[in-house]
């Protein structure tokens, strides 16, 4: 557990959201709201993180094709222009910090990670151990597939 303050407050939306979560999967999204907070300078609060995380992770997982039907190379680019219109992040964030926002969603929950040693796949969840693992993450990516990123 990175923050338990933040971990805290992750479980009570979750709880008071009523979904259905493990305390494990709760401190998993927790670590990552917390990592999304720091690259985004702690601009937004937890609820608005959740909230924008949970809308942006459906958008580009097409549970909600009302909206928009989002193709696979363009989840990043995708997100990065819809928070603009979202009152949570609207005016909030630079491009940077919506970049890094939109990729950590991505990554998140687009991307699985092979465990060697208990030989599953799991959820890119699982990365969200530091600020560093992730940036490092975010330029190997931008770098093998720079299509995938908007261009601000």
């Keep these: 557990?990175?923050?338990?303050?933040?971990?805290?407050?992750?479980?009570?939306?979750?709880?008071?959201?009523?979904?259905?979560?493990?305390d494990n999967e709760i401190q998993l999204n927790a670590?990552?709201?917390?990592?999304?907070?720091?690259?985004?300078?702690?601009?937004?609060?937890?609820?608005?993180?959740?909230?924008?995380?949970?809308?942006?992770?459906?958008?580009?997982?097409?549970k909600n094709p009302k909206l928009l039907l989002v193709e696979k190379n363009d989840r990043i680019k995708v997100q990065f222009r819809v928070m603009e219109g979202m009152q949570q992040v609207a005016g909030k964030l630079t491009p940077q910090e919506k970049e890094y926002l939109a990729f950590c969603v991505f990554w998140a929950y687009c991307v699985a990670v092979y465990d060697d040693e208990n030989d599953i796949t799991l959820s890119g969840l699982v990365d969200f151990t530091s600020v560093k693992k992730m940036k490092n993450e975010f330029k190997h990516y931008k770098k093998i597939r720079p299509d995938f990123f908007p261009n601000y």
């Design 31 to 62: 670590d990552m709201i917390e990592i999304i907070g720091q690259l985004t300078n702690n601009k937004l609060s937890t609820k608005e993180l959740l909230e924008t995380v949970d809308f942006l992770s459906d958008l580009i997982k097409n």
């Design 1 to 22: 557990m990175i923050n338990p303050e933040r971990y805290s407050e992750v479980k009570d939306y979750i709880e008071n959201g009523r979904f259905d979560l493990t």
